[in-house]
């Protein structure tokens, strides 16, 4: 029989999912593949640490070039992370004709434009099904199973962390810096969380999917990032109470004037199925012409979920080397020559709903001053609530608008934050009324 030759780079979570995988799966991988997949040789910092796994003949090693170097490895799993060392032990592992299967978002979103032409050029296979929400098979679909569909908007829970930490902050009643400080100690979080809640995970991930739903590689600077440090829990009483639930979205949308590319705090209605995906769950909707809008649901980390989608890579690796082919669907869908890049449109640009947050003087007039701020900028008024008295404490007031552009929105805001009645900076969510 033949066999697949492995090698794999970082020994953590991931990797011990992935050879946890591997070790225990063998005769399953070989029924669906016809081939033996064999793991040969793992490079790790720590090659005396103890991972609770009987490794045989499996070789450990701190030395990366026994991996992407090696005459006895088909196919390199990069499960390091970061930039660098990961981004030149890829391309020499291409450039020796091996196959590559990586987990590493950063890497991809930064340097896809460069990887995904090297391996096209070297007729290897470069997938990373893990890179995105874990075990759901995203990539797959939006490569495969959509290619027929032009994709006019795609959006979708992207981080487990942040869905974590906002579901438990509307469950819990508590803060986010109480929540957070909760699932840290629970290991939910990172002890150094801001990839996570500042969104840059998420923007990593939406950098990918509209790469292969768009033919277009965003540059990073081209997504407008916002996390969830800023959303209140008053923010989240207050969506709850107007029939909300508030999310970090990861948006994509193309139309004939550009693409919009976001991560963003933003109020769904509650009877939304975006709005049921809770905890550390992931969730990605996609809108092709063709299909209408399709959702992919499920766990987007952690050591078997991503080794799911790690070792599913190496099976389709398997059947095609069987099948005698590679490099069968290029890695961003879209061929390299017709990548474009596409005008991304400003925030200013924007048009949708808001919900809007002041804290303001308790006092006859007040709501007359702002709401003349609001008629100034034509931002027409959809709901008010103001909840609460005193005679000297800020109150909130909580609006929702109609539709109106982001730039309408930024200039009222500003012009309120002057008035003597407004206390604190006002503070604004967007809303998505029409997701599914
Ligand atoms: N840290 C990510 C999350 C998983 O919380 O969803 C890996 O991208």
């Not at 950063?106 to 874990?134: K, M, N, S």
């Not at 509209?210 to 590689?217: C, E, K, N, R």
């Not at 107007?242 to 590319?261: H, S, T």
Request: glycine residues 8%; charged residues 25%; aromatic residues 6%.
């Amino acid at each position: 029989m033949q066999e697949l030759r492995v090698g794999i780079l970082g020994f953590g979570v991931v990797g011990r999912g992935v050879v946890d995988l591997l070790l225990t799966q063998g005769e399953l991988l070989r029924q669906r593949t016809g081939m033996a997949i064999r793991l040969r040789r793992i490079a790790t910092r720590t090659p005396g640490r103890d991972r609770g796994l009987s490794l045989g003949d499996i070789e450990l090693t701190d030395d990366l070039q026994r991996v992407v170097a090696a005459d006895d490895i088909d196919v390199v799993v990069e499960l390091m992370g970061g930039l660098q060392p990961a981004r030149s032990a890829i391309e020499e592992a291409l450039q020796s004709g091996k196959d590559v299967v990586t987990a590493n978002k950063a890497l991809l979103a930064t340097y896809g434009h460069e990887l995904v032409p090297l391996a096209l050029a070297q007729h290897r296979e470069l997938l990373f099904e893990a890179a995105v929400a874990g075990a759901i098979p995203i990539i797959k679909v939006l490569r495969e199973s959509l290619a027929a569909n032009r994709i006019d908007q795609l959006y979708g829970i992207l981080n487990g962390t942040c869905n974590y930490i906002l579901t438990e902050m509307r469950e819990q009643g508590s803060s986010f810096a109480d929540v957070l400080r909760d699932a840290q100690a629970k290991g939910f979080a990172e002890a150094d969380p801001s990839f996570d809640i500042d969104g840059i995970d998420a923007a990593h991930k939406l950098a990918i999917l509209a790469a292969i739903s768009f033919g277009t590689f965003p540059a990073l600077s081209q997504i407008h990032i916002e996390g969830i440090r800023h959303v209140a829990d008053i923010d989240i009483q207050w969506a709850t109470e107007m029939g909300y639930r508030i999310k970090l979205l990861g948006i994509a949308k193309q139309d004939a004037g550009g693409v919009e590319l976001r991560i963003q705090p933003t109020l769904v209605p509650v009877g939304s199925m975006v709005a049921s995906v809770e905890g550390v769950h992931n969730a990605v909707f996609v809108r092709g012409h063709a299909a209408g809008t399709t959702m992919y649901y499920g766990r987007g980390a952690g050591e078997a979920p991503t080794a799911s989608a790690v070792v599913g890579d190496l099976v389709e690796i398997a059947r095609s080397r069987r099948a005698g082919c590679s490099g069968r669907v290029a890695p961003f869908s879209v061929m390299p020559e017709y990548i474009k890049r596409f005008p991304v449109r400003e925030t200013d640009e924007w048009r949708g709903e808001y919900y809007l947050r002041l804290a303001v003087a308790d006092r006859p007039g007040v709501l007359a001053e702002v709401t003349q701020v609001l008629a100034k900028q034509q931002i027409s008024i959809d709901a008010i609530h103001q909840k609460g008295r005193s005679a000297v404490l800020a109150v909130p007031l909580i609006m929702v608008t109609h539709a109106t552009t982001e730039r309408q929105i930024r200039l009222a805001l500003a012009e309120m934050e002057q008035l003597d009645a407004v206390q604190e900076t006002p503070r604004f969510i967007r809303i998505e009324p029409n997701v599914a």
